[in-house]
């Protein structure tokens, strides 16, 4: 999480997993998931937003689920 506004419970979610061999696994999917419940359970933030790069498919899929 960075930009996180709590007056206005709010943050912005960033997931990098850095090493090609950990592709395609559902480690990103997992870390949404956990990074959402986190978020909205634990830090009681309202709104979770993202941007994403328009040519990089595999996270448009990702944040789509």
Excluded: H, P, Q, W
């Excluded at 090609?20 to 870390?31: I, S």
């Excluded at 359970?41 to 994403?52: I, T």
Aim: charged share 30%; with cysteine; net charge neutral.
């Amino acid at each position: 999480m960075i930009n996180i506004d709590y007056k206005n419970c709010n943050a912005e979610c960033i997931i990098d997993i850095g090493d090609k061999n950990y592709l395609g696994k559902g480690y990103g999917t997992e870390a949404m998931k956990l990074l959402l419940n986190y978020s909205f359970l634990e830090m009681n933030l309202n709104r979770v937003y993202l941007r994403a790069i328009s040519f990089n498919d595999r996270d448009i899929k990702l944040y789509e689920k």
